[in-house]
């Protein structure tokens, strides 16, 4: 007995069970950070990363984040909290690493949250299904909101836990309780801002208010109440602006839902199907691609749906062994997605992101309640194990199988898009550039990816950089500069102008189309129609017209452009009148976006426009569009003469023989 004692204490099943947590942890790790440079980095979380990188550089305090799918602002609490690691470095991969990490922490957090409400067996069991699930990983790789909120939202689920639903184990006057009863409420809403379809889970908190109802403190509920408040009111505050400018966003938004007539829909079944057992990757990762996809997995890879009798042998065993805490466990599970099996909206599995925990939670139930039952016969107990593990071992095979997929395979959105690591040559190549220009197929920052991309990607490494479609703009920047054009920029004569000797290409995918750079010391020559130089015409935002032309029916018109403006999206048009005043033509287009000037480039704009034979005046404009509440308002740009004094709305320019 003396020799038992003196074993080291690492021997005791309390020991060996945490050694099991850190070895789950370990393995959590290794799936969200191995090839951690095989990531996404594409539209929705470069325009992230700009507003977060924004925050940290005190730029701007953004009282909303990036609009959702519907058109409405989503909460800002996904900036405020990218801006941390934005303020240690602005290197998008090392922000994606710090979502990683995050996002092991909640593995941790499911562990400690299901150790204290089910017990250590049914944790470890949970947390183990939670850490090798492939969609748990893939959801936790990726600078996106739906990325950040699940361990807010298990962090606010364990505060309730110990603030209401246990509070009399832990004794209602502990320190502990008081401040689980604080925060709880507030560190739970803050999750759920994180994305519209979490929101369901608000329901929670008047189900843990009501199990703790016997032991809250009036003064505990005070406090959480108004840190509640506080944690909502930026958002609440910026939607107030949004809908002041544009008061028709949310109903406009709920017409577009009820367009269609909201109907019974398996989708949403079928998401959280998958996101139990780990299956169908290729919807998400290659939808255009599926069979190929999945003929990478193992051919064992159906028996992964097991998992769905398992998880219903855990609602059962839930309101057998742990009724206080079953209708919590099913809410967390089923709710979001119940709440759409009448589909009013389109269905996307990420909505249901913050119920796979709940999901593995209830696996881990089911497989203990099975061990209990076999106990009596360790065959079965064994056998059990063993299918278990034959699971959590496909599950990563899977993951591993369509890693290897889309790091070789051109994938076209909305699959996986280009990975980071294809990026970060090319990034590198740029960072000794002062200027940059991308040709791409488009320049809004809110819809065209390689704008938001490449502008946080060289953040602190390039003074300018600007992205032109090469179609009716051309640009020549004042100093040498580097030009990319991307897979996507269309093909013509302007991008011609942007291509010489030097060309460098930087390959994405196997079957896919390459980024190409071109270095240039000086602006490239243009070769096409001669301009017809103007004394320089300087309009209030800085803005100046230097010159004209015309080619056939298309006239060009020669620009000065000061620094960069962010959201100056202007318009221009161009008009003819003949020798009594009466319009005859007119051109109006989209200017070049203000987001995109870099001080004294010399800027071309085209379009159609005939020159009448009696045309006497061409008169030049810049103008704004009103809002949703101003819409159909023109803003024109006040002209200034050489006393910076306005003198009108339009540069009048008499056109001579020989304009045509």
């Given at each position: ?342 589909e009013w909206t389109p269905v996307y599995i990420h909505y249901f992101i913050p119920s ?60 996986f898009t280009t990975p980071l690591a294809k990026l970060l040559p090319l990034r590198e ?35 300018c950089i600007r992205t032109l479609v090469p179609r009716r703009y051309a640009v020549f ?184």
């Amino acid at each position: 007995m003396r020799l038992l004692d003196r074993m080291p204490r690492a021997w005791h099943p309390d020991n060996r069970r945490e050694l099991g947590v850190a070895l789950i942890i370990l393995l959590a790790a290794a799936l969200r950070l191995g090839r951690g440079d095989l990531v996404e980095y594409f539209h929705d979380d470069a325009m992230l990363a700009t507003l977060a990188l924004e925050l940290a550089d005190g730029i701007r305090f953004p009282l909303t984040g990036i609009l959702s799918s519907t058109g409405i602002p989503n909460s800002p609490v996904s900036v405020y909290f990218l801006a941390l690691p934005f303020a240690l470095s602005s290197d998008p991969a090392v922000v994606i690493h710090f979502i990683m990490l995050w996002n092991v922490l909640g593995v941790a957090l499911l562990w400690l949250l299901a150790r204290r409400c089910c017990g250590k067996r049914v944790a470890l069991l949970a947390a183990l299904c939670y850490a090798v699930n492939p969609w748990a990983v893939i959801f936790s790789r990726k600078i996106w909101a739906q990325e950040l909120h699940s361990p807010f939202i298990l962090l606010g689920f364990l505060l309730l836990l110990q603030g209401f639903w246990q509070a009399r184990e832990a004794g209602p006057g502990r320190r502990s309780v008081f401040l689980a009863q604080c925060l709880g409420m507030p560190v739970l809403i803050i999750g759920l801002q994180f994305h519209f379809a979490s929101w369901p889970l608000a329901l929670v908190i008047p189900i843990a208010l009501w199990q703790g109802r016997k032991r809250i403190s009036a003064g505990a509920l005070i406090i959480a109440l108004a840190l509640s408040i506080i944690v909502c009111a930026p958002y609440m505050l910026g939607l107030t602006q949004t809908l002041a400018s544009d008061p028709w966003r949310i109903s406009d938004a709920l017409a577009r839902s009820a367009e269609s007539a909201p109907q019974f829909s398996s989708a949403s079944i079928a998401a959280v199907g998958r996101l139990a057992t780990g299956s169908g990757l290729e919807t998400w990762l290659a939808p255009d691609q599926t069979e190929a996809l999945a003929s990478a997995y193992s051919p064992l890879l159906p028996v992964t749906l097991l998992l769905i009798p398992l998880t219903v042998i855990g609602v059962v065993a839930a309101f057998l062994r742990y009724r206080r805490f079953a209708v919590f466990m099913l809410i967390w599970a089923f709710l979001p997605g119940a709440l759409l099996l009448v589909e009013w909206t389109p269905v996307y599995i990420h909505y249901f992101i913050p119920s796979i925990p709940g999901l593995a939670l209830l696996i881990g139930l089911g497989l203990d309640h099975i061990l209990r039952r076999a106990a009596p016969h360790r065959p079965l107990q064994v056998a059990a194990w063993l299918l278990f593990a034959l699971i959590l071992a496909l599950q990563i095979q899977a993951w591993s199988a369509a890693l290897d997929f889309v790091a070789r395979r051109q994938v076209d959105y909305p699959g996986f898009t280009t990975p980071l690591a294809k990026l970060l040559p090319l990034r590198e190549a740029l960072a000794r550039f002062d200027d940059v220009l991308v040709l791409a197929a488009g320049m809004a920052w809110n819809l065209h990816h390689e704008v938001a991309v490449w502008d946080t990607l060289l953040w602190d490494d390039v003074t300018c950089i600007r992205t032109l479609v090469p179609r009716r703009y051309a640009v020549f920047p004042s100093q040498p500069f580097a030009a990319i054009i991307a897979p996507d920029a269309p093909q013509g004569p302007l991008i011609d102008l942007y291509r010489n000797e030097s060309a460098r290409t930087f390959p994405t995918r196997e079957g896919g189309d390459d980024y190409v750079l071109h270095e240039w010391l000086g602006p490239p020559t243009w070769s096409g129609v001669r301009i017809r130089a103007l004394a320089p015409q300087r309009f209030i935002n800085g803005v100046q017209l230097t010159g004209y032309a015309w080619d056939d029916d298309e006239i060009a018109l020669e620009w000065r452009l000061p620094a960069r403006q962010v959201g100056e999206d202007l318009q221009f048009s161009a008009q003819l009148y003949d020798a009594q005043g009466e319009r005859i033509a007119q051109l109006d287009a989209r200017f070049w976006h203000g987001r995109h000037w870099c001080e004294g480039d010399r800027l071309l704009t085209f379009g159609a426009l005939n020159l009448h034979e009696e045309a006497s005046t061409l008169k030049v404009a810049l103008y704004k569009l009103g809002n949703r509440v101003d819409q159909g308002r023109v803003f024109n740009i006040e002209l200034l003469d050489e006393l910076g004094n306005p003198k009108g709305q339009s540069v009048d320019i008499p056109l001579e023989e020989g304009d045509a």
